[in-house]
């Protein structure tokens, strides 16, 4: 985990680099082998509606798993979407979407998701609340560095992590302090992203 | 007659290969104790299941890659596999002098041995499923109380890994007909990343940093089950797109 986080710092610099290269690309250039799109997952949202996340490529992603029955740890996931929100001007906030995926799509049907996204108040132009396919869970997790058990209550032990994607779902950042006081390198990473042309 | 000898010698490795992959051993599951703690259960409840007899190989995993490109390693998205992958092999669909046809194919990432063993009509086996069938030994379908079968498992650990990996399939089988669930290579399990073992210091002093929602980190049953330990130690500190030099996998399959 910590060799990774290294690595993930280190990676920045050549991130911009290739994405000044994306730009001359044109605009169904192939994914980067490092994007995490390479991993096909189709979600439903809380509108009922599935989509392949790869729609999301284009616009940097703020991504984080949770579950809505959590009474703990998730809500403060939540808080750490809107504090990145509030740490950002309109401009900024406008080009920025926010993905929270489901590891308990068993009970995360739309209407679920739905509930937390009208009680938390997050608006649904930049918030998605989204559960994979049971079978997806693990390989989606996977590539984002989550890892879970689900506890015989229904409840799940995770690992909780903010990861910061670029427009091509390239891992700039992550970081796993999670509440209303956000990680400030972090903040500063989603900004640059959002800077990026 | 050598001939028709030499030719039933050689049936088995064809039909194996042309089934894709090892024979299936049926396991009838129930009741096991762990030697992990479950914060939430002190004894699992095992569904039957079928394991592969033994580590998928070599030429096995090429014939994989050979019909799914998509898993060469000079093609292979790099969020699904680390550099390493199948680094042994001499090229992306050449195996070479370093990997030979019968050893157990390592260098594979989560993500890979998954699409393996989906391709096959299979998934990885679970953490309980994988432990429950090495408990057994020759002759006992649990020897894991036994100190000299402990000592055996750990004599493999102490050895060094850098010598050329044995073929797979040449150990005697367990109790359940299985082979080389130790002393061969480590396996990935499907849910290895449910395998949340606390970093000790990670956790230390650093309330807000909340490294688990719910009940906490998994902690020992069995403290003398070093074996045990050390595998979920290894699979706990692994990234689903890690690979390494003896990390290998087997596939399962529910009984229907």
Known sequence: MKTFRNVLFGLPAALLLLAFAAVAAPA??????????????????????????RSKRGTPQVVAMFYTSCRYVCPLIVDSGKAVEHALGPEERAKLGILLISMDPARDDPRALMQVASKRNLDAAHWSLASPPADSVRSVAGVLGVRYRQLADGEFNHTSALVLLDREGRIVARTEQVGTRLDPEFVAQVRQVLRAP | ?????????????????????????????????????????????????????RPVTNAEFLAFVQA?????????????????????????????????????????????????????????PTWSEWEYAAAADETRRDARSDPAWRERILAWYSRPSNKALPRAGLQAPNAWGVQDMHGLVWEWTDDFSSLLVSGDNRMQGDADRLKFCGAGALSMDDRENYAVLMRVAMLSSLEARDTTANLGFRCARDVK
């Open chain 2, 68 to 124: 799914n490109p998509q898993w060469r390693r000079d093609r292979v998205a790099s969020v699904l596999a680390e550099p390493r992958y199948l680094s042994q092999w001499a090229g992306p669909t050449t195996l070479g002098d370093a990997a030979q046809p019968q050893q157990p194919v390592v260098q594979v990432s989560w993500f890979a041995a998954s699409a393996y063993c989906e391709a096959q009509g299979a998934r990885l």
């Open chain 1, 28 to 53: 169904q250039a192939p994914l980067p082998r490092d994007s995490v799109y390479q991993l096909p997952a189709v979600l439903t949202d809380q509108h009922g509606k599935a989509w392949d996340w």
């Open chain 2, 1 to 53: 007659m050598r001939h028709i000898a030499a030719l039933l010698l050689a049936l088995p490795a064809a039909a194996a290969l042309a089934a894709g992959g090892a024979a299936w051993v049926k396991l009838p599951g129930g009741a096991f104790r762990s030697a992990l703690k479950y914060e939430d259960a002190s004894e699992l409840q095992i569904a039957p299941f079928e394991l592969q007899k």
